[in-house]
């Protein structure tokens, strides 16, 4: 049994810090984790996406998630070099404002390479687009909604 002047110091004891409290590997678990049901939910906007085997779905969609986990990580890092790592922990407005943009541009870079150049995937005609680059609206918003999540959940467990 514990006593209470055990407990009172092992409460006082300094806590460890671990690579969990790094806000480099939440940022990556949280993009992971919010993406990957956005990439499962946007399959219907894209062509051939639909009619895949489940597993092959999967496949592609934990690729995609991966990708944006690493879009999230070089957002993050881009905005600590500027800042400094530890922005995360109080973000102002300009440093939330330059992790969204940051992988607003990765993704509208990216989605254009893989929609007009590389060829890697075509969006279907349910999926709406911007006029002038004709990037898919779903990305984007992706982009405008979750990082302010990630931020909000990576603050909140690195405390």
Known sequence: MVTDTEQRHASAAP????VMDWPETNVV????????????????????TSSLAHWDGVVMCTRATVGD??????AFWLVATVCTRDWIRRPSGISLGA?????LVATIALEYWA???GGRWEYAEAMPRLPLLGT????????LL????VV????RQIR
């Open 29 to 48: 678990l949280f993009a992971f984790l919010l993406n990957l049901p956005w990439e499962m939910w946007q399959i219907p906007l894209f062509t051939g």
């Open 69 to 74: 986990a690493v879009i999230a990580l070089c």
């Open 146 to 149: 979750l990082p302010p999540l």
């Open 115 to 117: 929609t007009r150049i």
């Open 152 to 155: 909000w959940l990576v603050r």
């Open 15 to 18: 806590r460890r810090r671990g």
């Open 99 to 103: 992790f969204v943009a940051a992988g």
């Open 136 to 143: 898919g609206l779903a990305p984007l918003l992706q982009w």
